[in-house]
């Protein structure tokens, strides 16, 4: 089944650090890009980073910028999100995301993960 699992998520205090990982399987993510994205109960969820398919285009969100770090290994089909300095605004479940998977001939379509809680708290 297609799936991505995210992980690496805890409790950090403020300033601290955390790296997540986002593994995909079933498919092969090299062939798209991949984002991480962040929700806190009751709010929308909002877009963190996204990587391109070779990990050279990275994009962040103005909040994260400088201090978390988006990055892949399509090797591991696997994406990470390096987050240093953290804040207590940084506490959220963090979910990945690839867009219109597709498998051989079949649209799998849009693919999320369960997501990994991340808080951050003196």
């Known amino acids: 089944q297609v799936q991505l699992v995210e992980s690496g998520g805890g409790l950090a205090q403020p300033g601290g650090s955390l790296r997540l990982s986002c593994a995909a399987s079933?498919?092969?993510?090299?062939?798209?890009?991949m984002k991480w994205y962040r929700q806190v109960p009751g709010k929308e969820r909002e877009l963190v980073a996204g990587v391109s398919l070779s990990g050279g285009n990275i994009n962040y969100a103005d909040s994260v910028k400088g201090r978390f770090t988006a990055s892949r290994d399509n090797a591991k089909n696997t994406m990470y999100l390096q987050m240093n300095s953290l804040k207590p605004e940084d506490t959220a479940v963090y979910y990945c995301?690839?867009?219109?998977?597709?498998?051989?001939?079949?649209?799998?379509?849009?693919?999320w993960g369960r997501g990994t809680q991340v808080t951050v708290s003196s």
């Open positions: 079933g498919f092969t993510s090299s062939g798209y890009s």
């Open positions: 995301n690839v867009n219109g998977v597709r498998i051989g001939a079949l649209w799998r379509g849009d693919v």
